[in-house]
Nanobody
Framework: QVQLVESGGGLVQTGGSLRLSCVTS????????MRWYRQAPGTERELVAS???????NYVDSVKGRFTISRDDAKNTVYLQMNKLKPEDTAVYFC???????????WGQGTQVTVAS
């Protein structure tokens, strides 16, 4: 069975840091691009960061310079290091393996990040 399990969320103060992890199983992780999304209550789900199978990285403008996406193919895991956190970063963060003509679309269950002011 395919599984994507996020962890590392929590409550932090403004300016603090968290590292999110998404441990995957049930598919060939090394072949897949991976993404982090976030969704705050009453808002649309937002693409935060992406990393391709070959290591090409993109970020939404609001997190550039603060967040770092990375992957460890030996551990089938994608990470999101979040520094200098702001209250507007508060959301549920989801790990995603985007679908394509070749692959199904997979999602994790989400992990809550709350940044207190």
């Amino acid at each position: 069975q395919v599984q994507l399990v996020e962890s590392g969320g929590g409550l932090v103060q403004t300016g603090g840091s968290l590292r999110l992890s998404c441990v995957t199983s049930g598919f060939i992780f090394s072949n897949r691009a991976m993404r982090w999304y976030r969704q705050a209550p009453g808002t649309e789900r937002e693409l935060v960061a992406s990393i391709t199978a070959t290591g090409t990285i993109n970020y939404v403008d609001s997190v550039k310079g603060r967040f770092t996406i990375s992957r460890d193919d030996a551990k089938n895991t994608v990470y999101l290091q979040m520094n200098k956190l702001k209250p507007e970063d508060t959301a549920v963060y989801f790990c995603n393996a985007p679908g394509s003509a070749y692959y199904a679309d997979y999602w994790g269950q989400g992990t809550q990040v709350t940044v207190a002011s």
